[in-house]
């Protein structure tokens, strides 16, 4: 039964009837995916910015190469 929901794009499922201490962890673990998500997609912000930097300092240096 469990498996078609996790072949869905199901992650994580409670049966009934539920134990209130189990759906607290889940919660809590659902909710650090979720700060890390966050967090990774900073970090890959700033290495998109600091790829762009790097491309645009090296296209300079090769534009000028070609002036002189």
Same mark, same amino acid.
């Given at each position: 039964m469990l498996a078609p929901c996790?072949? &869905?794009g199901?992650?994580?499922?409670?049966?009934?009837?539920?134990n209130s201490v189990i759906m607290s962890a889940k919660i809590r673990a659902l909710l650090r995916i979720? &700060?890390?998500?966050r967090e990774l997609e900073l970090y890959k912000n700033a290495n998109e910015e600091?790829?762009?930097q790097a491309e645009h300092v090296f296209n300079a240096v090769l534009d000028s190469g070609r002036r002189a």
């Open positions: 996790v072949e &869905a199901g992650d994580d499922f409670l049966t009934k009837p539920y979720r &700060a890390l998500h600091e790829i762009a």
